[in-house]
């Protein structure tokens, strides 16, 4: 009797899961895709690392090497994020992992991955197309009801997006911004450097993600901090441009979002699995959302399979976000050049709650006897890989791993 995965939205998250699954399920399974066209996705999160390429070229066929594949997704390569003005000195900051990875149009990837996953998982990969109103769970299947008419699945994915409310979720206290205003610049106004920018700003930081046909910024700050027509002022000084694209409704579809950071306590319940911002949120920095997203994926093939109990499962989802939080934090904590509102209440506060986690500062002391030791990279992964906590920690100055790399922060 074959099996069936539901994978309910063609946001990022929903996208790269039906890649991952179509990639490493057997034919036993049909992958079914269900999404609500009229529903659209959230259209912003294009920066990637490494494991995103992996998981194209496995599942896709997609290739660096090949121009037509990276303009099918209006995508450019990356092999970094730039910090500047952080520190007097600016960085490139490592990948989460991998050496190489792009930065993509995701207003194109559900039908570049739609087209290659009919064309190379043809016995997997089908579309059912339609409104999910419920899902219920029962012992040994998931009844999804679409467009009215009942749908039975062996286990469900549920991509569908931010969640309606918070019950269930833990409120992360990670990042101190929760407001973002997006401007994109078009080609000739922007030079292309394969980095996506972190630029520290007096009020947060701004990105900066070069894709073939705009180069798109998003400026973070704290609204109960800084309020949005001063965050509007600094950003059009930043960019040099009289208006930005909110102010006269140019550019991508939704020029601001208000967001707070958040995680599902459970990533799985019975037979239903959470991914994508249905499962948790953080702010942008290092593009850590996609990375999850993966990581998520797998650990619901796991379950699938029966590799990994629920409890197992919820426990690495937790204590992979629970990692990428205090990454989250370790940067904020050192401040930036800017002595500011926004700075004086980020750093004390990044300081605090970094205090409070036990994990991190076992980590750190970790890192530093095997340093002593000369065999640094024979450590775990925390997000990080011990190479990219070395550099990193080299380039913040905060000498957590080697003494003497400590500058005054
Ligand atoms: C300012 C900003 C910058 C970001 N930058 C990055 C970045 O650089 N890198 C990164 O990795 N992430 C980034 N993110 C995170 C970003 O949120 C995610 O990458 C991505 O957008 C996740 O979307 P999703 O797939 O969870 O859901 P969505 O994009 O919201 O898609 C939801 C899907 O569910 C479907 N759906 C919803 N309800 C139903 C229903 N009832 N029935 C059927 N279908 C339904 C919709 O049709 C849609 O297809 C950023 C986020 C913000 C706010």
């Keep these: ?176 911004v929760n407001h973002c205003l997006i401007h994109s610049q078009l080609p000739g106004e922007f030079t292309y450097e394969p980095y996506t920018d972190h630029i520290a700003t007096e009020n947060g930081w701004m990105f900066g993600v070069p894709l073939q046909s705009r180069k798109t910024f998003g400026y973070l700050f704290n609204n109960k901090i800084t309020d949005k027509a001063a965050a509007q002022a600094d950003l059009r000084k930043l960019l040099k441009t009289s208006e930005i694209d909110g102010e006269v409704g140019r550019g991508i579809k939704t020029p601001e979002y208000v967001f707070n950071c958040y995680y599902a306590r459970q990533m799985i319940d019975g037979r239903i699995g959470r991914n994508g911002n249905k499962a948790l949120f953080f702010e942008p920095l290092i593009a850590n959302s996609i990375f999850i997203y993966i990581y998520t994926a797998r650990l619901f093939y796991d379950y699938i399979n029966g590799v990994a109990n629920h409890i197992d499962v919820n426990r690495a989802f937790v204590k992979a976000v629970q990692e990428m939080e205090d990454v989250i934090t370790y940067y904020y904590q050192g401040g930036s050049l800017y002595d500011t509102e926004f700075w004086r209440y980020a750093v004390p506060a990044a300081k605090k709650r970094l205090e409070t986690r036990g994990e991190f500062k076992q980590l750190m002391a970790l890192f530093r006897n095997l340093k002593n030791q000369g065999i640094l990279h024979h450590g775990p992964t925390y997000a990080f890989q011990p190479l990219t906590w070395e550099i990193v920690d080299e380039a913040l100055g905060y000498g957590f791993i080697e003494e003497k790399q400590k500058a005054a922060v």
């Design 1 to 176: 009797m074959r099996k069936r995965l539901g994978v309910v939205g063609v946001g990022s998250a929903g996208v790269l899961s039906l890649i991952h699954f179509c990639t490493w399920l057997n034919n036993d399974w049909e992958i079914v895709s269900i999404y609500d066209p009229n529903k659209k996705i959230l259209g912003i999160g294009e920066s990637t690392n490494g494991g995103f390429v992996g998981l194209l070229e496995k599942g896709t066929h997609f290739a660096l090497g090949h121009q037509k594949d990276l303009d099918a997704l209006d995508a450019t390569l990356k092999f970094g994020s730039r910090f500047v003005s952080w520190r007097e000195h600016s960085w490139v900051n490592p990948l989460l992992d991998g050496n190489a990875a792009i930065h993509f149009n995701n207003f194109f990837f559900k039908d570049f991955a739609f087209e290659r996953l009919r064309k190379l998982w043809p016995k997997k990969f089908t579309v059912l197309e339609g409104n999910v109103s419920s899902m219920v769970n029962h012992e040994d299947r998931v009844t999804l009801t679409v467009d009215g008419s009942e749908h039975e699945f062996d286990y469900v994915l549920d991509c569908m997006g931010f969640p309606p409310d918070f019950e269930g979720y833990h409120i992360s206290d990670c990042s101190p």
